[in-house]
């Protein structure tokens, strides 16, 4: 789901952006439904929001990526029930996002 609203950071990258960084996710397209509410952005992608001003973000753009969840979907603490396997597909997500929004920030210049 795209609810930054659910993490202390995110709650925090909503209040520096103001309105319009929320207006630019809401303007998003569902790409899915899920328990968390509607997906916006594929897990493992990211996506570039912008040029806009963004209130208290000094930047014209504001790039967005969502990183895998652990087994656990817990945030706060190291999941020890990772098998290897979870571990892989953490890793291999996670490297995915970063890929995405890379090749979505040299694409804007």
């Known amino acids: 789901a795209c609810d930054l609203s659910t993490f202390?950071?995110?709650q925090e990258i909503l209040?520096?952006?103001g309105n319009s960084l929320k207006e630019?996710?809401?303007e998003l397209e569902k790409i899915s439904e899920t328990k968390w509410g509607p997906a916006k952005i594929a897990r493992g992608e990211s996506t570039i929001l912008g040029p806009r001003s963004f209130s208290n973000i000094s930047a014209r753009y504001v790039v967005?990526?969502?990183p895998?969840?652990?087994p656990s979907?817990?945030?706060e603490t190291f999941d020890t029930t990772a098998t290897e396997d979870d571990l892989h597909?953490?890793?291999t997500t996670l490297r995915?996002?970063?890929?995405?929004?890379?090749?979505?920030v040299k694409n804007t210049g």
Not at 96 to 104: F, I, T
């Open 73 to 75: 979907n817990n945030d």
């Open 96 to 104: 995915s996002n970063y890929r995405s929004a890379l090749r979505l």
């Open 64 to 66: 967005l990526g969502v």
């Open 24 to 26: 630019s996710i809401d």
């Open 8 to 10: 202390s950071v995110g």
């Open 68 to 70: 895998p969840i652990t």
């Open 89 to 91: 597909y953490l890793e």
């Open 15 to 17: 209040k520096a952006g």
